[in-house]
């Protein structure tokens, strides 16, 4: 999903790498080759209709919408998508009361390479999933 209203259908969302500000993305980037394919074109192209839907439904024009968890997971030496994207996302949910974590490696880049990163990597997202997905055992008792 890209992060806009989602009427309760998701009980918690995950963005690795994730993109929150499709127009600061668009200028962030050092790969402009994809971010004109991607998206399109630039968002100022106002006859374009294919980047004008792309960038319409940037994440961050919806978050007064937002009411997902969410766990935002970034590398600080992606240089295709910014860490910046996460904290964004990660500071509007805390900013609206959503439940929300971060998780920023100053070491990798737009994969997780290093072994004990890979390990928290895994440990964080699975006990994300466990917080929200897993039936409450204490409430069913």
Known sequence: TNLRATDKRFKAFIAHDGIFNMEMQYLET?????????????????????AQRTFANSPHL???KWDTPILCIHGEKDYRILANQAMAAFDAAVMRGVPAE?????????WVLKPQN??????????????????????QK
Do not use: C, S
Not at 30 to 50: H, I, L, R, S, V
Not at 102 to 110: G, S
């Open 30 to 50: 050092e790969e402009k080759w994809f971010a004109n394919w991607d998206m399109g074109g630039a968002y100022w192209e106002k006859q374009n209709p294919t």
């Open 102 to 110: 971060l998780l920023i490696y100053p070491d990798e880049n737009h």
């Open 118 to 139: 890979g390990v928290l990597w895994q440990r964080t997202f699975f006990e994300w999933l466990d917080q929200w997905l897993k039936p409450n055992e204490t409430a």
């Open 62 to 64: 919806f978050v007064e």
